[in-house]
């Protein structure tokens, strides 16, 4: 069993950052992935931005440049820094980590951009 903690959403102006953690614990061999997905409302989910086991990141064309994944050194707690943020970035952001046994998910945290 493999545990996901999401924490640091809030309510910002446009323009404003947020950090988000996540925390994963459990049965944990090896994380293969963790990556950060977003709902915002009427829209489906989105992946935002991941990294993998050897490090490599990825992010969605309409953050790049805007947020920055990151890792501790146990490579089991990632961050989401998220500057310039704007009201399309409203969303619930969940995070998602991958293991050779389990796919699990956080409970999300609301991350709220007032124009």
């Known amino acids: 069993q493999v545990h996901v903690v999401e924490s640091g959403g809030g309510l910002v102006q446009t323009g404003g950052s947020l950090r988000l953690s996540c925390a994963a614990s459990g049965m944990i061999f090896s994380i293969n992935f963790m990556g950060w997905y977003r709902r915002a409302p009427g829209k489906e989910r989105e992946l935002v931005a991941f990294i993998t086991r050897a490090g490599s990141t990825n992010y969605a064309d309409s953050v790049k440049g805007r947020f920055t994944i990151s890792r501790d050194s146990a490579k089991t707690t990632v961050y989401l820094q998220m500057n310039d943020l704007t009201p399309e970035d409203t969303a619930v952001y969940y995070c998602?980590?991958?293991?050779?046994?389990?796919?699990?998910w956080g409970q999300g945290t609301q991350v709220t951009v007032s124009s």
């Open positions: 998602n980590t991958r293991t050779s046994s389990y796919d699990a």
